[in-house]
């Protein structure tokens, strides 16, 4: 396929623009072969036509499809060329804020000139351990390919950093260097990286300057070496500086500035100490304003100087040593002011009285005549004699700039040298990290010693060109144009192998080839050897050497040329640009001389410092001058000159390279005006072109550039397949269906296991795989549109069907109502005329009933206050009289009661002392049992009696039955004879009811007519004073009703303020839980921080005893009290912190780093004092909590204990039931049970049948009792507001005969339910009150305590600060030894407080112990004395066989002391987890632990008890220590420690514990120790082992979150892959086999099974899988926030489906309320987030609610990298990102980016008891515990 048929109609273009650099077009029309011009169409609108040469054919570059537009790598875009380039790193840095981009090897990074969020410790954390091709550009990408594959493959590596001065490469290599040392782990006590950071300012502020590209450029060479040890952990650095550009000192182009540090110290000049020094303003120098130009935008040069003092004091140079150093730099500035005058040609003097000369000389302490003759003098050496010379004025001004510039140099050695004895590390190192920085050129070395050595380099480099190109500026450019051979090499080298792996032919690429400029400068007869010769010539010169090099340079290279109009200038061709370079000073600067003379007057000078700053010149070897160029001129002869020494670092520089593999990072300054963000296309293609990125372009274009994996290729472009071109090998079918798309088999190339494709042909396959989809949406639209206008039809249809029967049904409805309306108005008029008749009849009715009604309540009511009135007198009347004689009685009662009682109590006092003495005595035992023998007799007797009145009993039962019997036949007989009476008055009576009816109906009709008209006559008269009297009652009633109803809406809103302060509280109790949970995590990593300290002590301590190197003598051991000894033994604790301070004492004085010491101490101090403040905290909410559930619980025990009497009850019953039955049933018994049927048994049954109808009545009795004390009850509030609401009355009582008949009225409070309602709320709003008032004691004593803690706390503190002002003020030795006392006197006086609480604790230990004697002494006494008399008083019995019962053991292990060790070693060291959890008992050496602790404390032996936990303590760390990598070990001693921790708490005899615990358990409580201190001590070492359970979990856990949540695809078919042919950098490990989630659920199955299996504690399974799901979601959103290629739709879709699964593993397992849900929560969201509409504002304002588990930086962070996969997909807008952080930005959350996927939640150890008796368990032999015994 040719690339004329890619220019069709609407293809883009770009075209070249005078402003922009490329312009982007739109052919209107297709172009064929032939045509001389394009029709094009700008984005503007206008129609341009490009002429296209007919010789050339050259067509304008065609653009990517939009679908490529900010890939991450250049390379991966279809058509490789500039202004594609160029557009694609514009769109990154400017839409996306991305300033990272790959050109396949080389990273470019493009200057923000901003700070960004993307170089935290988390973002270190996610680039470590990835592969290159699978993270976003970054530099921490690149710094891992080289850290690792130095680590992996021992090979050497450099990272080679460019771009010119100001692009970022500063920066670029700190982040860097930061990364290396956040990977690689700090070894020494101190950060080395925050050391190196913090010698920046000091080497900025003496070797940085302004230029006119940058403000801050380093001005000099250096090499710095990081060392690492064996495991590649940094411990040290070291820094050489050489190539220092001296010229600067005394020399400024226009613009420019002096080194940073001399304007410091002019703006520094007012204050106080710089006042001797006798300094100006900037503009007062000569060597600080020739630039005209003393300050900086934005800079402050006296704020910079306080930070240079400050970095000098934080890398310990003195404060002396520093002001030295700043005279000195005040006598440069005084000596470039020295005014040197012109006699003659040959002859310059200097006055003697020069302000300036004679400050300098001062401050320099030298002789001002000597100084002032030597600076105009020379002195000349011939063979014999010696002649000083006069020299000329620029002589002299030359001379006295040489003296300013070597004394510089001294002073920038001196500085060099202090900040390498600060960063230098006692430990020998393994490998080291080497920068190396000459003018730009940063070079990164990594040298490993053995096997191989290991090489990174990274070289920040620069092509200068500048209005006046010097010396400076020449080398600078030689170097760039070594680099760029290598470079061009390395990428020639790197495609022909791709091309041999893949077994492809390939052809030689054509690129270019610098060597001819290179051996320009370098070969024999170059610049450089032409400039050595004519600096060895005596009248040598610039001129006469320009002259050599036009005649031999300038016919014979074509790099080498010669401005038209000068003679001393030339011009050489680099490959980025011509440069232009001027000869004046070349070969002084060459050559680099001082006089002697100059230098003998200095070292001469009375001043110490200087002194030694030359002093030490004097003692440095030939290779140091080497390096400096520094030296007199006796070795004028055997000096090399700058130029030399340059080209052999550089060629060292190459050989360095050549053997490394390099990484590249090639850095672009976006501008010059540095605004943030913002782009200038014209210098951005100078750079371009400048550093090489274009050339890799080039390279790549002219081979295969796009490379696919067969896989990638099929799922891709699947679309242009047809079913018949699928074959089973997926290599096969991608060849044929090339074979028919692409005819020119030229055009690519089938490897292993890519295909490669030339330049535009993976554009060519995206427009024939869009016109396919293309075609296939149109079809798809076809159709959708036949059927919805299809739709549309039949809906119209069926709508005018529905119309016109709901027209037809409509007329038929009009005519049907006006039938029913005229039928209507008949029924109404009917029904009206009916409703007036009976109303008037209704009226006149009701009026009537109405007077009758009020007539007969007054005469009732009359009567009835009468009858109350007169019963209350008599009422009153009694009560008074009663009460009145009742008190008169009571007074009388209680004096003769007190009388009684007092005469009692003397004769009880009287006969306690008698029954004292007695009881003390044997005859009163004696006595007693005499008594309970006669009581035994007499019950005999009485039993005796019983039986015979039995007997009695029932000869009269049988006589009663016969009487009955003839008794019954008589009454018979008379009830026969009354039925035949009744039967007779029966008939007669039926007649009189009749009669009666009628007479007493016609009675009350008289009646009634004669009441009603009197009734009627009277009511008239009455009824107004009746109607007004019921209106002031019903008004009455109504502010009564109102007042009430008031008082309750006060009481609603005092119940409501109640509910409020409660809810307030409870909310307050959460806030206070939260704050205890943050305070036990902060005390959980403050206890893992010194667990760390003590490992690292421990093997510091141990590679010291390996070494054998340091021996300490015996005197430096402090040695420890008595009372230390004990209480460390007692106390782990206290144990922990002598630890600490003998460790102090051992070390040797001169390592000793008190400050750390005393930090660390203060550290464990308060920490201590945090968790005892937390316990305490703890407990008191315990307890709170526990008497709550007491309180709850008082109602259930009563019930039990009311159950428990029933039943008890019923035993007695049922006991009581057999034995009579017994008794009855007997064979002894003389009397029988009567039999079924005989007359005794009919008698029995009628008294039990009459006896029950008796209870039935009395039951009725009762109930009916029961109502009317109801009523009665009800008709006392008849007058309140209850009473009125039910209205109760005299008539209204029903009697007892009505009880039966069902009432309507007052139903509602017939048993007085509102009063009860009423009462019962008044109870809880008691009960409320009394909770807010326990709530609120427990506030108060919480603040109380609260603030007590805080007070004391605060005069630690001042105490702390007082001691610590007055030891600053003492010097280091004494500071030292008072530090040392003050620690020894703390210590001493916690000890003796210990000890004082010992003593008193041991002395009330003692004293219980002799009471608990006593009371044995007298229980054993008791207990013998009854056995005594129970023999003498038993009969002789029968000789009865006693069984051998089986041995009962005591839950204990006998040791012998000693065999702690063997017990250790085969317990715990050489326990196999995986064995022991498969066979034997879960948890079977806690359980042995304890048994034995048990066996300790039985003997009371407190020793054993120390020696064993202690020892259990170290074994088990040490294994974790050994084999805490090992999940299953982790588990199993994490499961082992807490089922200790929890059997310390069960048995140590705690009522709150002995609660969970069986009888039998609590027999085997503890009873001599109190081991809460160990409790602790365990709490701690599990928090540990769970951490260290977490990291190793995380280990595993974390290689395989990437690939099976994000890379691997599970919903086949619905992701679509970008056509971005990455291509793959280094891999830096190899090819695995995919991880799907299906392998994560196993592994997260296989740690559940293990920890069941372990039998850990419910509470901690679910705490260790909410972290291991919170680690899940951590990584998976950080890759996500680094990966552009991940964030799509699609992607999307394949998140929710794994988290997904994640959710249905947990449901499976019953842990869905664990707390692991929401831990995945934000990787949900971020998800959706992906998924979602992303267009209006409305959309915004839904993610905005959607995502609130996101901070904004992470959903603008989304939204930024969100990437279509299909073309039809659309970005996300600038507009609709910046309408998201409009919505947010009062959002209170994290502005952080990344997640802290090392976060490791705290942990709660809930009390878990054990059902495992321990007299049960047995002990298998398999473990060799023999020597352990069963008590």
């Known amino acids: 396929m040719a690339g004329y048929e890619l220019y069709t109609k609407h293809a883009r273009v770009w075209l070249p623009d005078a402003v922009e650099v490329w312009k982007s077009a739109k052919l209107v029309k297709d172009y064929t072969s032939g045509d001389q011009t394009l029709f094009l169409q700008l984005e503007d609108g206008t129609e341009v036509q490009y002429k296209v040469d007919p010789r050339t054919h050259n067509l304008p570059p065609l653009r990517n499809p939009n679908i490529l537009v900010g890939e991450n790598d250049l390379t991966a875009l279809s058509y490789l060329n500039e202004p594609a380039v160029l557009h694609n790193i514009k769109v990154r840095f400017i839409d996306s804020k991305l300033i990272y981009t790959y050109c396949g090897i080389v990273l470019v990074a493009v200057n923000p000139y901003e700070s960004l969020p993307i170089y935290e410790a988390d973002i270190i954390h996610a680039y470590n351990g990835q592969n290159m091709a699978d993270m976003d550009p970054h530099i921490f990408a690149v710094a891992e390919e080289a850290y690792k594959q130095m680590a992996r493959d021992q090979q050497n590596q450099s990272i080679i950093v460019s771009g010119e001065s100001g692009a970022g490469k500063t920066v670029s290599a700190k982040y860097a260097m930061r990364y290396f040392a956040t990977v690689s782990g700090l070894s020494g006590e101190a950060n080395i990286e925050e050391r ?139 000596l470039s002011n020295v005014e040197v005058k012109e006699h003659s040609q040959d002859r310059s003097s200097i006055l003697a009285d020069d302000a300036h000369l004679v400050v300098f000389c001062e401050l320099m302490g030298v002789p001002c005549k000597e100084m002032a003759h030597w600076l105009c003098h020379r002195k000349l050496k011939a063979t014999t004699e010696t002649y000083v010379k006069c020299v000329s004025k620029t002589n002299a001004v030359n001379g006295r700039d040489a003296l300013a510039k070597h004394i510089y140099a001294r002073i920038f050695s001196w500085i060099v040298g202090c900040i390498n004895n600060v960063l230098k590390s006692a430990v020998k190192q393994h490998s080291f990290i080497g920068v190396l920085d000459i003018y730009g050129y940063v070079i990164i070395f990594m040298f490993v010693h053995f096997p191989r050595f290991l090489n990174i380099l990274s070289s920040f480099t620069r092509f200068e060109t500048f209005d006046i190109n010097s010396f ?304 296939a949406c149109v079809s798809i639209q076809k159709t959708i549109r036949c059927w919805s206008a299809r739709k549309k039809y039949l809906r119209m249809k069926q709508s005018a069907n529905t119309i016109q029967r709901h027209v037809r049904g409509h007329q038929a409805r009009c005519y049907v109502n006006c039938l029913r309306r005229t039928r209507a108005a008949v029924v109404i008029q009917r029904n009206v005329r009916m409703w007036a008749a009976r109303a008037r009849y209704h009226k006149l009715r009701s009026a009537s009933v109405v007077i009758q009604c009020f007539f007969r309540t007054y005469a009732a009511r009359k009567l009835y206050y009468k009858l109350v009135y007169e019963q209350k007198a008599l009422v009153i009347q009694k009560w008074a009289k009663g009460w009145l004689a009742r008190k008169h009685y009571q007074r009388t009662r209680a004096n003769i009661i007190l009388l009684q009682s007092c005469v009692r109590r003397m004769m009880a006092k009287k006969e306690l002392k008698k029954l004292k003495v007695n009881a003390r005595s044997v005859e009163h035992f004696k006595n007693l049992n005499v008594g309970m023998e006669n009581k035994i007799m007499q019950l005999q007797h009485k039993i005796d009696e019983q039986h015979k009145e039995v007997s009695e009993l029932g000869e009269r039962m049988n006589a009663a039955a016969k009487t009955q019997a003839m008794e019954q036949e008589r009454h018979c007989k008379e009830i026969e004879n009354l039925h035949r009476s009744e039967q007779h008055a029966q008939a007669k009576a039926k007649m009189l009811p009749s009669l009666l009816e009628q007479l007493s109906f016609l009675q009350q009709e008289l009646e009634n007519t004669c009441r009603e008209k009197e009734v009627l006559e009277e009511q008239r008269k009455i009824d107004k004073e009746q109607t007004q009297l019921v209106v002031e009652e019903l008004n009455m009633k109504n502010s009564l009703l109102s007042n009430e109803k008031e008082d309750l809406d006060k009481l609603i809103q005092k119940q409501t303020q109640q509910l409020t302060d409660i809810k307030g509280q409870m909310e307050n109790k959460e806030q206070l839980e939260k704050e205890l949970i943050e305070e036990r995590s902060r005390y959980q990593r403050l206890s893992n921080e010194h667990l760390h300290l003590e490992e690292l002590h421990k093997d510091l301590k141990e590679e010291l005893e390996s070494s054998g190197k340091e021996q300490w003598s015996p005197r430096s051991q402090k040695p420890e009290s008595d009372y230390s000894s ?628 992470q959903i603008v962070k989304v939204l930024t990298l969100y990437t279509p996969v299909v073309e039809f997909e659309e970005r996300v807008t600038t507009t609709f990102i910046t309408t998201i952080k409009d919505i947010l930005k009062d959002r209170e959350n994290s502005s952080t980016l990344m997640m802290d996927a090392k976060k490791i939640f705290s942990v709660t150890l809930s009390f878990s008891p054990s059902s495992v008796a321990l007299e049960t368990i047995q002990i298998p032999t398999s473990l060799n515990l023999g020597f352990l015994q069963h008590i």
Not at 283 to 289: A, I, Q, R, W
Not at 614 to 627: A, D, L, P, R
Not at 1290 to 1307: A, K, Y
Not at 1693 to 1712: A, G, H, K, P
Request: glycine share 4%; hydrophobic share 35%.
């Open 196 to 334: 190196v950071l913090a010698s920046n300012p000091i080497m900025e502020a003496l070797g940085n300057a302004k230029t006119t590209r940058n403000d801050n450029s380093s001005r000099f060479g250096k090499y710095i070496e990081i060392g690492f040890d064996k495991k590649h952990r940094i411990i040290g650095a070291h820094m050489r500086t050489y190539l220092l550009e001296k010229s600067r000192v005394v020399y400024q182009t226009h613009g420019e500035r002096n080194y940073h540090i001399f304007y410091q110290l002019c703006a520094s000049s007012h204050l106080p100490e710089f006042q001797p020094f006798k300094l100006g303003g900037a503009d007062d120098f000569h060597c600080t304003n020739q630039g005209q130009n003393s300050v900086i935008d934005g800079v402050d040069d006296t704020k910079e100087m306080c930070s240079t003092r400050r970095a000098l004091s934080l890398l310990g140079i003195s404060e002396s040593h520093q002001m030295e150093m700043y005279q000195i730099l005040a006598a440069i500035l005084h």
């Open 1126 to 1753: 004990k209480s460390a033994e007692c106390s782990p604790i206290l144990g922990s912190t002598y630890e600490r301070t003998s460790t102090v004492d051992k070390e040797p004085p001169s390592t000793v780093d008190l400050p750390l010491l005393l930090k660390l101490q203060r550290r464990v101090r308060e920490s201590e004092r945090e968790k005892q403040s937390l316990q305490r905290q703890l407990d008191e909410k315990e307890a709170q909590e526990e008497n709550y559930a007491e309180e709850e619980k008082t109602e259930l025990d009563l019930e039990t204990l009311k159950r428990q009497e029933l039943e008890s009850e019923n035993k007695k019953l049922k006991q009581d039931l057999s034995k009579l039955r017994k008794s009855l049933t007997s064979e002894n018994s003389e009397l029988m049970p009567p039999a079924v049927g005989s007359t005794t048994y009919g008698i029995l049954l009628e008294q039990l049948t009459s006896s029950n109808e008796e209870l039935e009545m009395r039951k009725e009795e009762v109930l009916l009792l029961q109502s009317h004390l109801v009523r009665q009850d009800a008709m006392k509030y008849k007058d309140s507001a209850i009473g009125e609401g039910v209205k109760l009355e005299l008539g209204d009582l029903p009697s007892f005969q009505d009880l039966d008949r069902s009432t309507d009225i007052h139903t509602l409070n017939e048993d007085g339910e509102l009063w009860l309602a009423y009462e019962g709320l008044k109870e809880t709003n008691r009960i409320l009150e009394c909770q807010m008032q326990t709530l609120e004691k427990q506030h108060r004593e919480q603040n109380e305590k609260l603030q007590d803690e805080v007070n004391t706390l605060k005069e630690e503190k001042e105490q702390q600060q007082k001691l610590l002002a007055q030891t600053l003020v003492l010097p280091e030795d004494a500071r030292i030894e008072a530090g040392l006392k003050l620690e020894i006197t703390r210590l001493t006086n916690e000890n003796l407080e210990l000890m004082v609480q010992q003593d008193k604790q041991d002395k009330a230990i003692s004293n219980l112990k002799k009471e608990l004697q006593l009371y044995m002494n007298k229980v054993i006494q008791f207990e013998a004395n009854q056995k005594n008399t129970h023999l003498m008083t038993s009969t002789p019995a029968k000789a009865v066989s006693i069984p051998r019962k089986e041995k009962e053991y005591q839950g204990m292990l006998e040791y012998k002391e000693g065999d702690e060790n063997r017990l250790v070693k085969n317990l715990i060291l050489d326990m196999k987890a995986r064995g022991v959890a498969l066979s034997f008992l879960p948890g079977l050496p806690a359980y042995v632990i304890f048994m034995c602790l048990r066996y300790a404390d039985h003997v009371n032996d407190d020793q054993r008890v120390s020696t064993l936990l202690n020892s259990v303590l170290c074994s088990i760390k040490g294994v974790i220590k050994r084999r805490g990598k090992d999940f299953g070990v982790s588990s199993f001693w994490l499961a082992n420690t807490c089922r200790l921790l929890h059997c310390l708490r069960q048995y140590s005899g705690d009522e709150t514990f002995k609660t969970h615990n069986t009888s039998k358990q609590n027999e085997h409580c503890l009873t001599n120790f109190e081991l809460t201190e160990y409790q602790n001590v365990f709490g701690d070492l599990a928090v540990q082992i769970y951490r260290q359970l977490i990291k190793s979990m995380e280990d595993i856990l974390q290689p395989l979150i990437v690939s099976s949540m994000l890379e691997q695809e599970s919903v086949h078919g619905v992701l679509g892959s970008k056509p971005t042919g990455m291509r793959k950098r280094s891999s830096s490990s190899p090819e695995e086999e995919a991880v799907t989630v299906e392998v994560l659920l196993q592994q997260l199955g296989h740690w559940h099974i293990t920890m069941c299996q372990h039998e850990m504690d419910s509470d901690l399974i679910k705490q260790v899988v909410r972290q291991q799901f919170y680690v899940i979601c951590a990584v998976t959103l950080n890759q996500l926030l680094l990966r552009k290629d991940m964030c799509s739709w699609s992607k999307g879709l394949q998140i929710r489906y794994n988290v997904w699964q994640l959710e249905e593993w947990l449901s499976e397992r019953d842990m869905s309320n664990c707390g692991a849900k929401e831990m995945l929560e934000p990787l949900v969201q971020a998800a959706q987030l992906l998924q979602v509409k992303k267009k209006t504002e409305a959309d915004a304002q839904a993610i905005c609610n959607m995502c609130a588990g996101l901070t904004t930086a």
């Open 472 to 775: 400076e500026q020449f080398c600078i450019n030689y170097a760039n144009e070594k680099l760029q051979q290598q470079f061009n090499l390395h990428v020639f080298k790197l495609e022909q192998e791709e091309y041999m792996k893949e077994q492809i032919p390939w052809t030689l690429i054509d690129f270019y080839d610098n060597q001819p400029c290179i051996n320009l400068i370098e070969a024999k007869l170059g610049i450089l050897d032409l400039l050595d010769e004519e600096c060895k010539m005596p009248q040598g010169s610039d001129g006469s050497w320009s002259q050599k090099m036009y005649n031999t340079l300038l016919k014979q290279n074509d790099h080498f040329d010669k401005p038209r109009l000068s003679n001393t200038a030339f011009i050489i061709h680099h490959f980025a640009d011509k440069v232009e370079y001027q000869c004046d000073g070349f070969l002084e600067k060459n050559k680099d001389t001082v006089n002697e003379e100059q230098i003998h007057v200095l070292q001469n000078s009375k001043f110490d410092f200087l002194l030694k700053l030359f002093e030490g010149n004097e003692k440095t070897t030939s290779s140091s001058k080497s390096i400096t160029g520094k030296s007199g001129r006796s070795q004028r002869g055997n000096k090399k000159t700058v130029g030399m020494q340059f080209r052999q670092s550089l060629h060292l520089l190459m050989d360095t390279l050549n053997a490394t593999t390099p990484h590249y990072v090639r850095c672009i300054k976006p501008n010059d005006h540095k605004k943030p963000f913002s782009l200038d296309p014209e210098r951005a293609v100078q750079q371009l072109r400048a550093c090489g990125i274009l050339e890799t372009i080039r390279i790549s274009a002219a081979g295969f550039p796009s490379r696919w994996t067969y896989q990638e290729f099929f799922s891709r472009y699947r679309v242009l397949m047809k079913q018949m071109d699928v074959l089973p090998d997926g290599k096969e079918t991608c060849r044929n269906v090339l074979k028919k798309l692409i005819q020119d088999q030229n055009l690519y190339q089938f490897g292993k296991n890519k295909i490669f494709f030339r330049a535009g042909q993976v554009a060519f396959l995206e427009k024939l795989r869009s016109e396919q989809l293309r075609r």
